[in-house]
């Protein structure tokens, strides 16, 4: 693989840092908890093409690959941008597979949809539990809850996973009504996907999705870095900086090996989409590095900043929310294990030597 960036890809990530830099980050306005969804950072992303990235000219996108949306998505982990880019992205790629007439508003902004793939209660699955979609006239209805579902108060539209009789099936609920995250029992839609076909694009969309998600990890990584070896030269404690001290500064090296290994995980994950390889054994491997190096960095950040990485109104706490939630969605560390353990069997055992 060649992990060379080229100038066409430089010139994406540098229109996307500018455009991040005019909406910058900031403590929630509503205190602790997730912030609201920003609809004029939507519409500028929306107007940088960030929505139809991936997607044909033919539907209004650009014809870039999964490495374009990792680039896109680190410029926004960097500036600390909290926002639904993993989700929609998600929820386009469905409607792509299934050849959908809505693709075009949500890659023009016009409409947000959204994925409602957990449920309460339950460890996440790519298949649906306890929710079932019955046919009822041209339209199917819903039982059960499904959530939480971030920004999902703001969706226009939901892609909703259900259990029918054909298996898994992929349901659009239009003005859907979502309240602190939940879609409650008895939401009324029509079939996108149903049986194999549904479950093949959803493997499909969550490694793309997973790719925006490293790359917004990682670029929270190198920020939270960056903030870090900053202080550590600036700080001074005893009349010296505080990179002075050893101690300190072998735990900053850690960092930065840790940093590398995510670098190194994700673009190979990036790679690997853009390539065809959808496998969720790749996905789950990239996202257990992922996840233990952003818990890494993320604490330590805060721990070498000592009082000032607590406070609400420096950056460092933001990134590590942000790394966190980052962390647990889709999948937590313990469901990519999990997920990567039940493969062992179908490989060759291995004898140690000695």
Same mark, same amino acid.
């Given at each position: 693989m060649d992990f060379t960036i080229d100038s066409e890809q430089r010139a994406l990530a540098q229109a996307v840092r500018e455009m991040a830099a005019r909406h910058p980050s900031g403590p929630s306005r509503t205190g602790a908890g997730p912030k609201p969804h920003n609809a004029d950072l939507w519409a500028a992303m929306a107007d940088t093409g960030l929505l139809g990235l991936p997607f044909g000219e033919?539907?209004?996108?650009?014809?870039?690959?999964?490495? #374009?949306?990792?680039?896109?998505? /680190? #410029?926004?982990?960097?500036? %600390?941008?909290? &926002?639904? *880019?993993?989700?929609? +992205?998600?929820? !386009?790629?469905?409607?792509?597979?299934?050849?959908?007439?809505?693709?075009?508003?949500?890659?023009? %902004?016009?409409?947000?949809?959204?994925?409602?793939?957990? #449920?309460?209660?339950?460890?996440?699955a790519p298949v649906p539990g306890g929710v079932q979609a019955t046919q009822s006239g041209e339209g199917w209805v819903l039982e059960g809850a499904k959530g939480p579902i971030p920004f999902g108060e703001s969706a226009t539209h939901l892609i909703v996973s259900a259990r029918a009789e054909e298996g898994t099936v992929l349901v659009v609920v239009d003005a859907p009504q979502v309240t602190d995250g939940v879609l409650g029992s008895g939401q009324r839609g029509r079939l996108l996907l149903s049986g194999a076909a549904a479950a093949e694009s959803l493997n499909r969309a969550l490694a793309l999705a997973s790719v925006a998600l490293a790359g917004q990890a990682l670029g929270a990584m190198e920020s939270a870095m960056r903030l870090t070896t900053d202080y550590l030269k600036t700080r001074k404690q005893f009349g010296v900086p505080l990179a002075a001290f050893q101690a300190l500064t072998h735990r900053a090296a850690d960092m930065y090996v840790s940093l590398e290994l995510a670098r190194s995980s994700a673009m190979?994950?990036?790679?690997?989409?853009?390539?065809?390889? &959808?496998?969720?054994?790749?996905?789950?491997?990239?996202?257990?590095? +992922?996840?233990?190096?952003?818990?890494?960095? %993320?604490?330590?950040?805060?721990?070498?900043?000592?009082?000032?990485?607590?406070?609400?109104? *420096?950056?460092?706490?933001?990134?590590?929310?942000?790394? &966190? !939630?980052? #962390?647990?969605? *889709? /999948?937590?560390?313990t469901h990519h294990v999990s997920s990567l353990a039940a493969q062992i069997e179908g490989h060759d055992t291995v004898r140690l030597l000695g």
């Open positions: 033919e539907v209004g996108g650009f014809g870039a690959t999964a490495v #374009e949306v990792f680039l896109a998505a /680190g #410029e926004l982990g960097q500036a %600390g941008l909290s &926002t639904a *880019y993993p989700d929609a +992205l998600l929820a !386009a790629q469905l409607l792509a597979d299934a050849g959908d007439d809505l693709l075009s508003s949500v890659i023009g %902004g016009e409409a947000l949809a959204l994925p409602a793939l957990a #449920e309460p209660l339950r460890a996440f190979f994950l990036a790679m690997s989409v853009a390539e065809g390889d &959808t496998d969720p054994a790749t996905v789950s491997r990239a996202r257990v590095v +992922l996840s233990r190096t952003g818990r890494h960095i %993320g604490q330590e950040a805060i721990q070498l900043h000592g009082g000032i990485g607590m406070t609400a109104e *420096y950056a460092v706490g933001h990134l590590t929310a942000l790394l &966190t !939630a980052v #962390e647990h969605t *889709y /999948g937590d560390v």
